[in-house]
């Protein structure tokens, strides 16, 4: 790109029309692919300018070559909460138990964050129970010293050895999501710095407890797992949508992805339309139950002789629930040939 062209994209930046900056922000990313926005990398790098934008954290850097790329200032979103809390550098779930009991939505990529498949094809193990016991991620097949991408942009919250996952690194990112790279032959970060997607963050291999070369990749908000193919169709390595909504029951230890027919729906529905379907299932159920009830009503025709408790007795019921159904008093006289509610 030519400086000339360079410098009309960054006047047009600086009307702080923010649509216009996402159009070229996305026109960028599919130019540079996985590398259209970096962070922490750019540093060192010779470049002629810096120039603010309208949003405080993203910056453009104007190289010596007239290029330019837009990038993040980890320094501007250090200080967010998501960074801090609930942070260790040790441990799996620094959240203790967390429950969820609602749907969280995560936006998984905005036109500055970008996302990286960590490997594309079939996956070996599912998440789920497998021989009795809980499996919190996938198993994707990972010759030993391939390199193994980081999928999002975001901070090293653990590298080290961790039981069973080997040489294990957690990424954090900015919605709060983890992510989990398991059994690796070498680990390349360090807790703390900064990564975007794509970065090699390590290299495949069959550390901790593995029968053989595969990543071991799991996906977590709030220390709980769920299993990743609701973000990631594996077989194409594309994300499933920009957008998550991840339901309570996605945390169930069993609960695998599932092809919804209405996929695209069930992703996108807002709360009020999922409290609205609620009511409308409620509403059938409602309805079908009343219908079963008056199917199975059964009448009874005084004869000469019969009692209330006399009739509760042939039918198997009481009096009180008699005179509920008939709606008249245990001290109401019955007719001969007069229709009775009994059932
Ligand atoms: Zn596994």
Not at 32 to 43: P, T
Not at 210 to 221: I, K
Request: glycine share 10%.
């Amino acid at each position: 790109m030519t400086l000339k062209k360079a410098t009309a994209i960054l006047l047009l930046l600086c009307g702080t029309c923010l649509a216009a900056q996402n159009r070229e922000a996305d026109s960028l990313r599919h130019a540079y692919g996985r590398q259209g926005v970096a962070s922490s990398r750019i540093v060192g790098t010779p470049y002629a300018d810096t120039l603010d934008t309208g949003n405080p954290a993203v910056k453009v850097i104007l190289f010596n070559d007239g290029t330019y790329r837009y990038v993040k200032d980890p320094s501007v979103i250090a200080g967010d909460d998501i960074w801090t809390k609930n942070w260790n550098t040790w441990s799996c779930n620094p959240y203790g138990n967390v429950t969820i009991k609602e749907t969280v939505t995560l936006w998984l990529v905005d036109t500055l964050d970008s996302y990286c498949c960590p490997r594309i094809g079939y996956h070996s193990s599912k998440f789920g129970y497998r021989h009795g016991r809980r499996h919190q991620g996938i198993d994707l097949p990972y010759p030993t010293g391939t390199p193994v991408y980081a999928a999002f942009d975001g901070k090293v919250r653990v590298s080290d050895v961790v039981g069973g996952y080997g040489n294990l690194v957690i990424l954090r990112h900015a919605n709060g999501l983890e992510t989990f790279y398991g059994h690796l032959s070498q680990r390349n970060v360090e807790p703390g710095q900064w990564v975007s997607a794509g970065d090699v963050i390590g290299l495949g291999g069959s550390t901790g407890r593995s029968s053989g070369p595969h990543l071991h990749f799991e996906t977590r908000y709030m220390g709980n797992a769920f299993d990743p193919a609701w973000l990631i169709d594996f077989q194409t390595g594309k994300l499933r949508h920009r957008m998550i909504k991840l339901r309570p029951w996605y945390f169930d230890g069993g609960s695998n992805y599932v092809q919804a027919v209405d996929d695209e729906d069930e992703i996108f529905r807002t709360d009020e339309e999922e409290r609205l379907l609620a009511e409308e299932r409620a509403r059938k159920e409602a309805e079908a139950r009343a219908a079963a009830e008056r199917a199975a009503m059964q009448y009874y025709t005084v004869k000469s002789g019969d009692t209330l408790s006399s009739i509760a007795r042939k039918y198997g019921t009481t009096v009180q629930a008699l005179c509920r159904m008939n709606n008249i008093k245990a001290t109401s006289t019955i007719q001969i040939g007069q229709r009775l509610r009994v059932k």
